[in-house]
């Protein structure tokens, strides 16, 4: 049975930033320093200024998403273990398809979206780019945009990126890697280690008031823990990135476009940040972790708003050595 304390809940559809017509607002923090240098591993330089999300996409706006563009969900934005497991983000289905619709528990709302997958990410991202059309998932709501898919939902996509003019996308590694380590304030600022404006590793204890220097991830035991694992976002008020950002450490794995390894008819994704099971050294400037297009309960994703849109390469890493990042037993879109 789901967890208890969902059945009794209030299930609604207000969420952090969902105006009262269904339409969403992406808070977002303006990142400059146009052309800054990259740091000893490499990432982190960004030719242009670009905004960010502020925060990891949550699962009310994920909702708003689904109820504009899967009531029949043709290319599987849903995973039912959104519902059914007791570490999904509380999304419930209801309904056949067709005639799909989907509420949020109240109080998991303003927590990131979780069991996404980056094609999902990307037909988010799409629907952003197209205004937020409802409708069914085409060329004019989730297929085009930022990134041409056209039905595509397997575990390579090598050939699809980032297209040039859009407005919204996924975080490019360097955009997500500059919001969340960079000192800011000029273009020889350096970086921190941690994306907390710390060298030294995040406390992990949820307070009332925030030290500063704190994250949703786990040392010894979890931060919050059962029913929850993920915390708000922006719970921990005091410990944001130089440039704003909150969360970028802990909470969820963050899904970016690059594609650090490619094996076979895998073409693997570059996600960073760590998650809420994830221990401190996932959450440093020097690591970074691949996936094909999984989808977890410590997967999530946040967006860039791109005004003046440079597509970046992808980077490809032919070494075997870097499947150390890799997370296991990841569950497969059902």
């Keep these: 049975m789901k967890k208890v304390y969902a059945v009794t809940a209030a299930i609604i559809l207000l969420g952090l930033g969902i105006t009262a017509q269904g ?12 052309g800054n240098a990259a740091d000893t591993t490499g990432y982190g ?5 670009y905004n960010i999300g502020k925060y990891e996409v949550t699962a009310g706006q994920y909702t708003a998403f689904l109820n504009s563009v899967a009531k029949t969900d043709t290319y599987g934005l849903y995973n039912g273990s959104m519902w059914a497991s007791t570490d999904g983000c509380d999304i419930k289905r209801t309904g056949t398809a067709g005639n799909y619709s989907y509420s949020v528990v109240s109080d998991w709302s303003n927590r990131p979206v979780n069991y996404v997958g980056f094609w999902d990410s990307c037909r988010f991202a799409n629907w952003l780019c197209n205004g937020q059309k409802s409708g069914e998932q085409d060329a004019t709501t989730t297929e085009r945009g930022a990134y041409t898919l056209d039905g595509y939902n397997g575990t390579d ?22 919001a969340a380590y960079y000192k800011s304030g000029s273009t020889k600022a350096g970086y921190w280690l941690y994306p907390t404006k710390s060298n030294t590793a995040p406390a992990n204890k949820v307070l009332a008031a925030d030290p500063g220097n704190s994250a949703n991830y786990y040392i010894s035991k979890y931060s919050i823990g059962s029913p929850y694992y993920l915390t708000n976002v922006g719970e921990f008020e005091n410990s944001a ?3 704003g950002t909150f969360d970028q450490g802990g909470n969820v794995w963050e899904w970016n476009e690059a594609m650090p390894y490619i094996s076979g008819s895998y073409a693997y994704r570059s996600m960073r940040g760590g998650s809420f099971s994830s221990k401190d050294i996932d959450l440093l400037a020097s690591y970074r972790c691949y996936s094909p297009s999984y989808e977890s309960n410590d997967f999530g994703f946040r967006v860039s708003q791109v005004y003046t849109p440079v597509p970046e390469p992808s980077s490809f890493v032919a070494s075997l050595g870097l499947l150390t990042g890799l997370i296991g037993l990841r569950r497969r879109k059902g």
């Excluded at 339409?23 to 146009?34: F, H, L, Y």
């Excluded at 330089?45 to 200024?49: P, R, W």
């Excluded at 996509?157 to 500059?178: F, H, L, M, P």
Aim: charge should be negative; charged fraction near 15%; hydrophobic fraction near 35%.
């Design 23 to 34: 339409a969403i607002t992406i808070e977002t923090v303006t990142v400059g320093n146009a």
């Design 157 to 178: 996509g090598r050939y699809i990126q980032r297209n040039a003019g859009c407005s919204w996308a996924v975080t490019s590694e360097d955009e997500w890697y500059k």
């Design 45 to 49: 330089s960004v030719s242009y200024t």
């Design 241 to 243: 990135s130089a440039y």
